[in-house]
């Protein structure tokens, strides 16, 4: 009698361990976090953030360098603004990072 029991406890403890419950999403003020690799494995990971924060932490950085940017930057730095403003951060901070490497290579910094 115990061997016809056995099977079944087995089969339902493989269907117990697989319900889980449904993951929450974070709150909307929780920064997210995210990761990027450039290239091979010897290269530092790159973390980000993707909240509206970070946007304008990047804009400040921007702004920093003076009023006059190269027209390329002054773009790329309007595109990500925008895009910020709009709920797109993470398209927005794209052009931010974009816009900020291009003025780091014009002015050697």
């Given at each position: ?30 920064p ?19 909240t ?58």
């Amino acid at each position: 009698m115990q061997s016809s029991v056995t099977p079944v406890i087995v089969v339902m403890s493989f269907c117990l361990c697989g319900a889980a419950p449904a993951p929450t999403a974070p709150p909307e003020d929780m920064p997210r976090i995210m990761t990027a690799r450039d290239g091979g494995g010897d290269k530092p990971v790159i973390i980000t953030s993707d909240t509206k924060a970070y946007c304008n932490r990047l804009l400040n950085i921007i702004d920093a360098y003076g009023p006059t940017l190269p027209q390329d930057v002054d773009s790329l730095r309007m595109q990500g603004a925008d895009m910020c403003r709009e709920g797109r951060i993470r398209s927005g901070i794209v052009r931010l990072r974009r816009a900020l490497v291009e003025l780091k290579e014009t002015t050697h910094s």
